[in-house]
């Protein structure tokens, strides 16, 4: 306050005086006091971790139809046969070592791949072998065939990270080498990020690009926080908005693919869920539209043991406050398999506490797969019988029933037809389909016309064929 004017100097220190202490330390600066402080720098904490994240390469065989086979005219004329063409198709990605010698990374990066790699950062290659993978989590568990001990990154804790904590996120974007960004958590509990069931994403400013998918997403104890999944970006590149899976669900995927699983599987709840809409917060009493609204239960399973009624709100899972459907989908699935979790229920009488038993659906029907063949249009088809559990694993809602879609043979009838993996045959000719030996009796039949109706996402669909 050299030049000053002595009145206001004096005002202002009376105001100073008067402010309290707490608005006094917010309004002051750290500054370095040293010149160990001046020095700070991420670099001990990046060396300590870097050499868990490896880069994934992936190559698959891609078959191109030669547009004339199959041409008489043109097969005549040339001779022969026309031929196929093949061609390499290769991806990059990251992925992490989380434990000896097992990877994780997301699963569209190895996502039919023929011939997966991993390059550690000093440049040395690996094969290996995919241990299990899981399409709507996009996670995939990799084992390096290799007797030797890598560098692993410890696992953290993402349940107790906070918006603002500082994080770092390591990985191979566009392919120029293993890159580190920083950056600051924005936000937890993200959903509606991507296409598939799985809702409950780690949103970071720090940069991640393509190429960063499968990578760390780090915090400050060197411990992975997430997998870098997803980024936010209409041109390509990084806007500033990443999205990481968290590290509790790596943890339990991860342990699944240690016990040998080949299939990923999840709670039963026997229910399903919907948003909470502001009106039904009011009508409920709930201070803000969050939750996960109960919409159907299936009669005689878990939910349905519990007490849970449509109409009614869960608000949380273990004490833990549940935003949305997705959320309460992630709080189930990384309590773990065997055990129970405690609802908080909202009723329109009040809030009331239930158990709700962890298991795995049932198979309550033998799925009795068969591949459909013959000269019908349903020649190619693999269906099953459907069950709780072959439901839940196929992601349809659980108290479906009948026969479904389990694959389409890629160039047979049935998938020039149109049909499509999840398809559930509801009746053939004006007959119910029951089971899989029902429909295979009818196609016997060969009547030459064909009258069908499916179930495509919810959507009922006739059909005609001759």
């Keep these: 306050m050299l030049n000053m004017p002595r009145r206001v100097s004096i005002g202002l220190l009376a105001l100073l005086v008067a402010m309290p202490a707490n608005v006094l330390a917010q309004e002051q600066r750290a500054v370095p006091q040293s010149r160990q402080e001046m020095q700070l720098s991420f670099a001990p904490l990046v060396k300590q971790a870097a050499g868990a994240v490896v880069n994934v390469y992936a190559e698959r065989i891609v078959r191109r139809m030669n547009p004339f086979a199959g041409d008489p005219f043109f097969e005549q004329f040339f001779g022969q046969r026309m031929p196929n063409r093949s061609e390499k198709q290769s991806s990059l990605g990251s992925g992490v070592i989380l434990a000896e010698g097992m990877v994780v990374t997301n699963n569209h990066v190895i996502e039919g791949a023929d011939d997966i790699k991993i390059a550690l950062a000093d440049g040395r290659e690996f094969p290996c072998e995919i241990l299990l993978k899981d399409e709507s989590l996009d996670l995939a568990v990799l084992r390096i065939k290799s007797k030797e001990r890598f560098p692993v990154m410890p696992l953290g804790d993402s349940d107790r990270t906070e918006v603002g904590d500082l994080v770092l996120a390591i990985g191979n974007p566009f392919g120029v080498g293993q890159t580190v960004t920083s950056g600051i958590v924005s936000a937890l509990a993200r959903n509606q990020v991507r296409s598939g069931d799985f809702g409950f994403f780690i949103q970071t400013d720090a940069s991640i690009n393509p190429g960063n998918s499968g990578g760390a997403l780090m915090n400050m104890n060197g411990e992975l926080l997430g997998i870098n999944t997803a980024i936010f970006s209409r041109g390509g590149g990084s806007n500033g908005i990443g999205f990481a899976i968290p590290?509790?669900?790596?943890?339990?995927f991860l342990a699944a693919a240690a016990e040998g699983?080949?299939?990923f599987e999840r709670p039963f709840v026997g229910a399903t869920f919907d948003a909470v809409t502001s009106d039904v917060a009011e009508a409920l009493g709930l201070k803000a539209a969050r939750g996960a609204l109960v919409v159907r239960v299936v009669e005689g399973g878990p939910a349905d043991r519990a007490g849970l009624k449509p109409g009614e709100v869960i608000t949380a899972v273990n004490g833990i406050s549940v935003e949305h459907?997705?959320?309460?989908?992630?709080?189930?699935?990384t309590a773990g398999l065997g055990k129970q979790a405690t609802l908080t229920v909202q009723t329109?009488?009040?809030?009331r506490q239930v158990n709700l038993a962890l298991n795995t659906a049932p198979e309550t029907v033998p799925r009795e797969e068969r591949l459909l063949e013959g000269r019908n249009p349903f020649a190619g088809l693999r269906v099953a019988n459907l069950s709780p559990k072959l439901a839940t694993e196929m992601r349809i809602p659980a108290e479906k029933a009948g026969v479904v879609v389990t694959d389409v043979v890629r160039g047979s009838p049935a998938a020039r037809y149109g049909f499509q993996p999840k398809d559930i045959?509801?009746?053939?000719n004006?007959?119910?389909?029951?089971?899989?030996?029902?429909?295979?009796a009818m196609l016997d039949d060969n009547p030459g016309f064909w009258r069908v109706e499916i179930e495509r996402?919810?959507?009922?669909?006739?059909q005609f064929f001759r």
């Design 430 to 440: 004006g007959t119910t389909v029951t089971s899989t030996k029902a429909l295979e």
């Design 325 to 333: 459907p997705d959320a309460l989908g992630y709080r189930l699935t």
């Design 247 to 252: 590290s509790n669900l790596v943890k339990v």
């Design 457 to 462: 996402d919810g959507q009922r669909i006739r």
């Design 261 to 263: 699983k080949t299939i």
């Design 425 to 428: 045959v509801i009746s053939l």
């Design 348 to 351: 329109g009488a009040g809030q």
